[in-house]
């Protein structure tokens, strides 16, 4: 797979399926909240134009002070763009996201497909650049827990992604998942299993015995220590 476009492939169809939601002609906003000078900056270019700092004010008021669910759909395509190549961070993520969640699954089929497909895209993109700042923990929990997406198939694409990016992710991931609070959900539970289990100490050693520096290295090797250590408990 090429994933290197594989982005563009799955935002253009996401573009495609919410295309059926034009710009309203009035933007239903608390003056009070959004000053009107923001609300015409995220009006006053073609979506695929519009940049993170005109949306910004949106992503924090979308849905709450801020439009409807039409207005909201209209602008979902280019927010997650944005997410995708780093102009937003984790917070903007968590967020939106969070607003995706408790609303996406009584959308049209082609919607949720495409909001679906691009999750997947998103993940195997992060999965190929380290760092990111939309990090893999903070997009675990958006799939597994605001999404309530089956976590398994993702756990299994990282096992297979043999890139150096990926380790790092690992690396990083079991020092930041130590010191998770734990939950009862079943993704955490799924996750937390997966964690003490054999998938992890593979990526890290296969990230070890390629490393592209001494340093690379030395972050492999720590990490499997802290597996070693996390999996016996």
Not at 150 to 155: K, M, S, V
Not at 180 to 187: F, G, I
Not at 193 to 201: L, S
Request: net charge negative.
């Amino acid at each position: 797979m090429d994933t290197s476009s594989d982005p563009d492939r799955a935002l253009d169809a996401l573009y495609a399926a919410f295309s059926r939601y034009p710009l309203p002609a009035k933007a239903d906003v608390c003056d009070h909240c959004v000053p009107a000078e923001l609300v015409r900056a995220a009006r006053a270019a073609p979506l695929r134009m519009l940049s993170a700092s005109a949306l910004e004010p949106y992503v924090w008021n979308g849905l709450f002070t801020w439009g409807d669910i039409e207005e909201f759909k209209h602008y979902l395509p280019r927010l997650l763009d944005l997410l995708i190549i780093e102009e937003f961070g984790a917070l903007h993520a968590s967020s939106l996201m969070l607003r995706v969640g408790v609303r996406w699954r009584r959308w049209r089929k082609i919607e949720q497909e495409a909001v679906i497909a691009t999750v997947s895209s998103w993940w195997r993109h992060t999965l190929n650049g380290y760092p990111r700042d939309v990090d893999v923990m903070t997009l675990i929990e958006i799939i597994g827990d605001s999404l309530e997406l089956d976590l398994a198939p993702y756990l299994a694409e990282w096992e297979s992604n043999s890139t150096e990016a990926a380790a790092r992710h690992m690396a990083w991931f079991m020092h930041d998942f130590t010191v998770s609070v734990a939950h009862d959900t079943e993704w955490f539970v799924l996750l937390d299993n997966w964690i003490r289990g054999p998938a992890p100490a593979a990526i890290l050693e296969r990230g070890f015995f390629s490393a592209s520096s001494p340093q690379v290295a030395q972050e492999f090797s720590d990490a499997l220590e802290t597996h070693r250590i996390w999996s016996r408990h």
